[in-house]
């Protein structure tokens, strides 16, 4: 999947081929609320300041998976192998025929005119990562600039970074002035009590400020024993699910799901897609639920006008 100017990273994992039929039926209308595209880099080149060269995944690849696992729609989100030229997510959106909205990773210098752009293309949000193995740190004064622009387009703030990292992000998370959608729950330690300090203090944040959401997704980058969504595997990433379930429970109505294709960085094993689509109802148990988080919530944080 190398294109001639990029080779990849040395040990990627290429995305799944020929992933099962899940056994769970999605409810009608379902959204995968967090996957991306890569490239493909002879056409959209990766970024120089990147810290991973990817394998090639395309959008024709990424919609021909949407409607062979059942969903209905997506939200692509900028994948930091390009840093912050948008122009593959972008155009993904516009070759969607509507089924498709984007987060984007902007710098302090984009124009009002740029980010009107990328709102007609379909962005309805902003990426700050606070990984610090994935991406260069960016000041808060100019992630904060940023968020109070993107505010009045109805844009929303997507964070992500590690749960060891909640405490000192604190007053900066809750300074944010959008709704904020933290990526795969903070990245908890499932290793630890899903009744700890470190995941209590996740849960405080969440409820304390009803603006934030969450993505109960990415149990393949968060489990330490598995099993894994592989040959079949229908009970996979256990020890992932209480903390999932837990958050999906409290707050139904603040939460999000989505495959993460084509599974960036992953360095222990690529899952099959159709299985991890039979992972949700172990974490959402029930129809209304399931309706919440795989419809519900995602149309109206990203379709609001259809709602």
């Known amino acids: 999947m190398d294109t001639p100017a990029f080779t990849k990273t040395p040990g990627w994992l290429d995305w799944y081929n020929g992933p099962a039929k899940p056994k769970f039926k999605l409810p009608a209308g379902a959204v995968d609320a967090h996957c991306?595209?890569?490239?493909?880099?002879?056409?959209?080149?990766?970024?120089?300041?990147?810290?991973?060269?990817?394998?090639?995944?395309?959008?024709q690849q990424l919609y021909a998976l949407r409607d062979h696992l059942g969903f209905a729609r997506n939200v692509v989100v900028q994948a930091t192998c390009h840093g912050a030229d948008n122009r593959a997510m972008v155009d993904a959106l516009v070759n969607s025929n509507g089924k498709a909205?984007?987060?984007?990773?902007?710098?302090?210098?984009?124009?009002?005119?740029?980010?009107?752009a990328m709102h007609a293309a379909g962005v309805r949000g902003v990426r700050f990562n606070f990984v610090k193995r994935l991406v260069d740190f960016t000041p808060k004064d100019e992630l904060l600039e940023i968020a109070s622009?993107?505010?009045p387009l109805g844009w929303h703030v997507v964070i992500y970074f590690e749960a060891v990292d909640l405490p000192e992000l604190w007053d900066f998370f809750t300074a944010l002035p959008t709704t904020v959608v933290v990526d795969h729950m903070g990245r908890p330690d499932v290793s630890k009590p899903v009744d700890g300090p470190e995941f209590a203090l996740f849960e405080k944040f969440m409820r304390e400020h009803k603006n934030v959401w969450s993505k109960v997704?990415?149990?393949?980058?968060?489990s330490v024993t598995g099993p894994k969504a592989l040959n079949g595997e229908q009970n996979?990433?256990?020890?992932?699910?209480?903390?999932a379930r837990r958050i999906v429970e409290?707050?139904?109505?603040?939460?999000?799901w989505g495959t993460d294709w084509?599974?960036?960085?992953?360095?222990?094993?690529?899952?099959?897609?159709?299985?991890?689509?039979?992972?949700?109802?172990?974490?959402?148990?029930?129809?209304?639920?399931?309706?919440?988080?795989?419809?519900?919530?995602?149309?109206?944080?990203?379709?609001?006008?259809?709602?």
């Not at 210098?109 to 009107?116: A, F, G, K, M, P």
Request: aromatic share 10%; with cysteine; hydrophobic share 35%.
């Open 36 to 59: 991306h595209v890569f490239g493909p880099g002879a056409e959209f080149p990766y970024a120089p300041e990147r810290k991973y060269t990817p394998c090639d995944a395309s959008k």
């Open 101 to 116: 909205r984007g987060v984007a990773t902007v710098k302090r210098s984009v124009t009002d005119e740029e980010l009107q």
């Open 149 to 151: 622009r993107i505010a």
């Open 217 to 222: 997704s990415c149990p393949e980058r968060l």
């Open 236 to 243: 996979a990433y256990q020890d992932v699910i209480p903390f």
């Open 250 to 256: 409290q707050f139904p109505d603040r939460v999000l």
């Open 262 to 307: 084509p599974h960036p960085n992953l360095k222990d094993h690529m899952p099959d897609d159709g299985l991890l689509v039979d992972f949700i109802p172990h974490i959402a148990t029930t129809p209304e639920l399931q309706q919440k988080l795989l419809v519900d919530n995602p149309m109206r944080l990203y379709w609001p006008e259809e709602k």
